[in-house]
């Protein structure tokens, strides 16, 4: 027992002294930049909302379906020009980094039009950078919107990951600033059509036992979304959202809409455009020419509703 408590009376110091060295929090952008998954667009994000001088005016937040999926400056240059669009898109699944994401949007810049990306089946674990990207008191007052065993494992990944940073912002210099304006990254490559019919009729078969499951439902349990909502209204900032799902995912329905009761336009682009095989880089992602297709018809919705205004 004794040696129990001198052990706790060691180190509760040492970990008090990490979880409170402030270090800057562009800092663990910087180190999972270096790493470069999803086109070293992870500090670019944190640049173009904290240094850039430029407005952002309309912004796009979701996962990499909206990098590779929204040509922003196309949409800016075609739409209104006079306006900043920009693609804040980050890779991978989880609704809690995109929260951080737009809470320093909102801090930082002063948005009119904010659309988040919907996909058919709603994430609802942690995004799996999370832990490191996320403010220090943003990891310890998760617990209510996450169960338990996400809870721990985002602020063990958190300690462990502060002592990389606090190594790097030590020993390293600090990475140049990202003079992008706009966010957009895809690639040219089309996915070879015989890849892509396995997952077609995986949604076609089994996608039909998930409808009678009404997976729309984990949307209303996903805390962090309604955070995000919240968090526009609150600041008066108009919202959409775009469904930018996989390749032949199941179509919203109006029912499956209404059961979302979500504030806001929902846009649904059309089957020619989202199971277009063509412009398809993988099931998961759009290449150039899906990109294209996808932001041209953004582009004509908008217009149309402008005119019809």
Not at 172 to 194: C, R, V
Not at 208 to 228: A, G, Q
Not at 240 to 247: A, D, I, M, N, S
Request: charged share 25%.
């Amino acid at each position: 027992m004794k040696l129990l408590i001198r052990l706790i009376l060691l180190f509760t110091p040492i970990v008090g002294m990490i979880m409170l060295y402030p270090y800057s929090p562009r800092t663990p952008y910087e180190i999972l930049d270096a790493d470069g998954p999803c086109f070293h667009r992870t500090l670019w994000v944190y640049d173009r909302i904290h240094h850039s001088k430029a407005p952002i005016d309309i912004a796009f937040i979701g996962t990499s379906h909206t990098v590779e999926g929204i040509d922003d400056a196309y949409i800016q240059q075609a739409f209104d020009s006079s306006k900043w669009i920009t693609n804040l898109g980050q890779c991978f699944l989880g609704r809690n980094q995109q929260f951080e994401i737009l809470s320093y949007l909102l801090k930082e810049k002063e948005p009119k039009k904010i659309i988040l990306e919907l996909i058919y089946l709603e994430e609802t674990k942690s995004h799996q950078n999370y832990y490191a990207l996320a403010p220090r008191d943003s990891i310890l007052m998760s617990y209510p919107y996450h169960d338990w065993e996400t809870y721990l494992n985002d602020v063990k990944g958190h300690f462990i990951f502060r002592i990389h940073a606090i190594q790097h912002e030590i020993f390293h210099s600090k990475a140049p600033l990202s003079t992008l304006h706009w966010g957009f990254s895809a690639f040219e490559d089309t996915n070879i059509l015989e890849n892509l019919e396995p997952v077609k009729n995986d949604w076609t078969d089994a996608g039909k036992e998930w409808i009678n499951l009404r997976p729309y439902s984990y949307w209303r349990k996903d805390i962090f979304l309604h955070k995000m909502i919240a968090a526009c209204q609150q600041k008066g900032v108009e919202i959409e959202f775009l469904y930018v799902p996989t390749y032949y995912a199941p179509k919203l329905d109006q029912d499956s809409l209404a059961e979302l009761n979500l504030p806001g336009r929902i846009r649904i682009p059309p089957s020619y455009i989202l199971n277009d095989p063509h412009g398809r880089l993988d099931a998961g992602h759009m290449n150039m020419t899906g990109a294209r297709k996808l932001s041209r018809w953004l582009v004509e919705e908008w217009t149309n509703e402008q005119k019809n205004h």
